[in-house]
């Protein structure tokens, strides 16, 4: 008899978002000829950069000539791309060991399993609310414990994230293990200074715990006292790995590519107390599971470290962030309390009169038929907020704000 793995049967069958689209397909039989805005995407919506796709195009015509033909990737990842991302890293005064960036096919696949390289016992931390891929790679890894009444699970720490912090992850009392920390955040748009960053770096090397840091919004970064890479941040190769995607920078969620960085100076412990170059289990564990990117996204990306390809990644962003911060300031002016949407195409904030997310949920799509995210799917402490994104259509952003304006 074939078993199934327990732990994948303790994760919510249907993945929170899927409600969102429960409802909606609900609210468009009633309302066939609706013209629903969508606020709540997570996804990008404008094309590739034109020196992207023209790159991918020489890339392919490549690939059918015998004399440039390509087969297996290297097993981290082409140089060309590389050599980019290390250039670029050193603008930002970080050196980084060529041999620790591994190119994968998006941030999420590495955020999920990196688990197979970590030791089963170890205590996990959270903030809540949180992006939900942390905490469900948690339980299906079986690290999270049973569930109690409170929908939180035993053996995770929930790292305090709440108004009173303003929405910034607050040290755990206790020691943990393992830390995810996403900077700028999502869902709440929020960043953490160099300063702020430096004291979860400080916690780990006191305890020597790792810290998964996901930078997937880096490159929204507008303030100065906002890090882009945790290495920025003195000590940190020893403790972190930083992961980084294309997704949400240049557009790739539909052709996915990111990466990893996992410093040689970051060590783990065996049972015997020995240190272990996290680096070498990720490379075995690579080697094993996975033969890399396609040539074509490689070289893809590669072409968004081009002057012309930057500028339009440039453009890319400054739109989103345009449209976040229209967003941003409709609501302020509509005496909302906002957070983000300064270093994030994310902007989080209070439903009005305190309402539950949910029923704010229905408010905003039965009264003025646009969609956000409530809140509370990303954890209890999200209950009573909202998520709007900067990624819809700048025409879909400002007649969204006109439909709201002096009305919630
Ligand atoms: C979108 C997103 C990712 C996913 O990135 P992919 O590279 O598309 O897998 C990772 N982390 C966070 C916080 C995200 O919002």
Not at 156 to 172: G, R, W
Not at 181 to 195: R, V
Not at 199 to 227: F, G, K, L, M, N
């Amino acid at each position: 008899m074939a078993l199934a793995n327990e732990n994948y049967l303790k994760t919510p069958e249907i993945y929170c978002f899927d409600e969102i689209e429960k409802r909606v397909n609900a609210y468009k039989l009633l309302h066939p000829n609706s013209n629903i805005i969508r606020l709540g995407v997570g996804d990008v919506t404008r094309p590739l950069p034109n020196e992207v796709v023209q790159a991918m195009h020489n890339a392919i015509d490549e690939m059918s000539q015998q004399a440039t033909f390509r087969g297996y990737s290297p097993p981290q990842g082409y140089d060309f791309l590389i050599e980019k991302i290390l250039k670029e890293y050193r603008k930002i005064g970080v050196n980084l060991a060529k041999d620790s960036v591994f190119i994968n096919d998006g941030a999420k696949s590495d955020i999920g399993n990196i688990g197979h390289i970590l030791g089963r016992d170890n205590i996990i931390a959270i903030s809540d609310p949180v992006y939900p891929v942390y905490e469900n790679a948690t339980i299906m890894s079986g690290r999270a414990g049973v569930l109690n009444d409170d929908m939180k699970w035993s053996n995770i720490v929930y790292l305090k994230c709440t108004e009173e912090t303003a929405f910034i992850p607050e040290l755990p009392d206790e020691k943990v293990d393992i830390i995810y920390l996403c900077n700028p955040n999502n869902p709440t748009g929020t960043s953490l200074t160099k300063t702020e960053l430096k004291r979860w770096v400080d916690y780990a090397i006191a305890h020597d715990s790792i810290i998964i840091y996901d930078a997937a919004y880096q490159s929204y970064v507008t303030e100065p006292d906002v890090p882009r890479s945790i290495y920025e941040i003195k000590g940190a190769k020893k403790v972190a790995i930083e992961i980084r995607s294309y997704s949400k920078t240049a557009g790739f969620t539909g052709l996915r590519c990111g990466f990893s960085v996992f410093p040689p100076e970051l060590v783990v412990y065996s049972k015997m107390g020995e240190q272990v170059q996290l680096i070498k289990l990720w490379g075995r564990r690579n080697a094993n599971y996975t033969n890399g990117v396609s040539y074509v996204v490689q070289r893809g990306a590669e072409a968004i470290y081009s002057p012309k390809g930057k500028a339009e990644v440039q453009e890319l962003i400054n739109y989103y962030l345009q449209n976040a911060s229209i967003i941003r300031k409709e609501l302020i002016a509509g005496g909302l309390e906002v957070y983000g949407g300064v270093s994030s195409p994310y902007v989080w904030f209070k439903t009005p009169d305190n309402q539950p997310s949910w029923k704010f949920f229905q408010q905003l799509l039965y009264e003025f038929q646009i969609v956000g995210t409530p809140g509370v799917v990303f954890g209890n402490s999200g209950e009573g907020f909202m998520r709007f994104t900067g990624f819809s259509s700048r025409e879909g952003t400002l007649k969204a704000m006109d439909r709201i304006r002096g009305k919630i």
